[in-house]
């Protein structure tokens, strides 16, 4: 989407959706310039994936948290995921807290408590480790050779 304030000035990129971003528009492109599957009459889109996460407390007292995976689809409107009652949001996974025991365990290792650094780098790891479980071979093959579903509008692409 461009914009010319005035006739004589140069068009203005809007910056606005995921959807009309100039990276949306080359992966759109790039998945057309691909030859087509000839056993598969079905038009081809891009899903744009966002992840986000963030930790959650769960009560006003007390240290009950949970850290979230969700997975928001930049195809549809900001104006719709921004919108908690759109339920636009997709629980994909929840990142386990790093165990109590943590300190006992690497005292017991190491000969001294883990400090700061490495108890942030603990929880690195275990969350590395978590986007490995979910980007397994099936999602890798649909990353690479997508998947048929049935849109909200009875279609499948």
Same mark, same amino acid.
């Given at each position: 989407m461009f914009f010319q304030p005035l006739p004589n000035e140069p068009m203005e990129r809007v910056y606005s959706e995921i959807y009309s971003s100039q990276a949306m528009l080359k992966a759109h492109e790039a998945i057309k310039s691909h030859p087509p599957d000839p056993s598969c009459k079905l038009e081809t889109v891009v899903a744009a994936v966002m992840l986000w996460s963030d930790s959650t407390h769960l009560t006003s007292f007390g240290s009950a948290s949970l850290w979230p995976i969700y997975l928001?689809?930049?195809?549809?409107? $900001?104006?719709?995921?921004? $919108?908690?009652s759109s339920f636009a949001a997709?629980?994909?996974a929840y990142i386990p807290k790093l165990s109590d025991t943590i300190q006992d365990f690497y005292h017991h290792v190491f000969g001294k408590p883990a400090t700061a650094e490495m108890l942030t780098y603990?929880?690195?790891?275990?969350?590395?480790?978590?986007?490995?479980?979910?980007?397994?071979?099936?999602?890798?093959?649909?990353?690479?050779?997508?998947?048929?579903?049935?849109?909200?509008?009875?279609?499948?692409?």
């Open positions: 928001f689809l930049g195809n549809q409107s $900001k104006y719709i995921c921004g $919108k908690p997709h629980h994909l603990c929880h690195q790891e275990l969350m590395q480790a978590i986007w490995l479980l979910l980007m397994d071979d099936d999602f890798m093959h649909a990353y690479e050779f997508g998947i048929v579903i049935e849109c909200l509008d009875g279609i499948s692409r």
